[in-house]
Nanobody, 116 residues
Framework: QVQLVESGGALVQPGGSLTLSCAAS????????MSWYRQAPGKERELVAY????????RYANSVKGRCTISRDNAKNTVSLQMNNLKPEDTAVYYC?????????WGRGTQVTVSS
């Protein structure tokens, strides 16, 4: 079955960098778009970035544009989110998501905390 497992979350200081990874299995990874979402305490889950199946298309939320880069490795079935110049407002649980046959699949998330 489809599985998404995020990793890489940590406590980092403001201005720091972090790279999150999502390992995918159970579907033909290279054929599907992948997304990163985040949910901060007391807030709704929001889209951070997505990437097309061939990695030629990427889009970012305005709040992270210029600070984040989404990428994928279709040979390793992984999608990554590199985050730079992290801010306290980036604190959230970050989730990997895909849609296969019109069914959404989510990972369990990885916690990112930005604090001094």
């Amino acid at each position: 079955q489809v599985q998404l497992v995020e990793s890489g979350g940590a406590l980092v200081q403001p201005g720091g960098s972090l790279t999150l990874s999502c390992a995918a299995s159970g579907f033909t990874f290279s054929s599907y778009w992948m997304s990163w979402y985040r949910q901060a305490p007391g807030k709704e889950r929001e889209l951070v970035a997505y990437i097309g199946s061939g990695a030629g298309i990427t889009r970012y939320a305005n709040s992270v544009k210029g600070r984040c880069t989404i990428s994928r490795d279709n040979a390793k079935n992984t999608v990554s989110l590199q985050m730079n110049n992290l801010k306290p407002e980036d604190t959230a649980v970050y989730y990997c998501k895909t849609s296969v046959a019109r069914v959404e699949y989510w990972g369990r998330g990885t916690q990112v905390t930005v604090s001094s």
